[in-house]
């Protein structure tokens, strides 16, 4: 009898064990799985790091060329000002002329003035394209034409 009560807590004691057995079974199963997940996860999350290394270069090249463009942008920006600067300049400059020509060109007086003054120069300070043609080619005609027009303003 004793040895049928032992019998049955042996099969007790291993029906308890292939419990335990299966329930750990069934938790290195869990953690297998589980690792399975977090061996993918850290694959997905490698590759997610390379996409993102390699959309960083992209965009720092992009950056970089951008950053080039205005340089070149800021270049071209100082060129023109300094083009616009200097046109400045020169219209002043043309503002100035034409004012001291204006004011020349006011000391004569043509023969449509109703003053009737006429101002005459000297042949030696003021010459007419006449005269000036007359001494480059120096012929006769063009000569007496030259002199004769010299003390005429009304032709000028």
């Not at 029906?15 to 993918?40: F, H, K, P, S, Y």
């Not at 993102?52 to 000002?81: C, K, L, P, R, Y």
């Not at 100035?96 to 204006?102: A, D, I, P, R």
């Amino acid at each position: 009898m004793r040895a049928e009560e032992e019998a049955k807590l042996a099969r007790d004691q291993l029906t308890v064990t292939q419990t335990d057995i299966g329930t750990a079974v069934g938790a290195v199963e869990r953690v297998d799985g589980a690792l399975a997940d977090i061996t993918e996860g850290v694959s997905e999350v490698h590759s997610l790091l390379g996409t993102m290394a390699a959309d960083n270069q992209t965009q720092s090249s992009s950056v970089s060329e951008i950053s080039s463009a205005i340089s070149s942008m800021d270049q071209s920006t100082q060129q023109n000002a300094a083009m616009v600067e200097e046109t400045s300049a020169a219209a002043r400059n043309l503002q100035t002329e034409v004012g001291s020509l204006s004011e020349r060109a006011a000391m004569f007086q043509t023969g449509a003035d109703r003053s009737g003054v006429r101002v005459t120069a000297p042949a030696s300070k003021v010459r007419s394209p006449a005269h000036a043609s007359a001494k480059s080619h120096g012929s006769p005609a063009a000569k007496d034409a030259a002199l004769a027009g010299a003390d005429d303003w009304n032709g000028f």
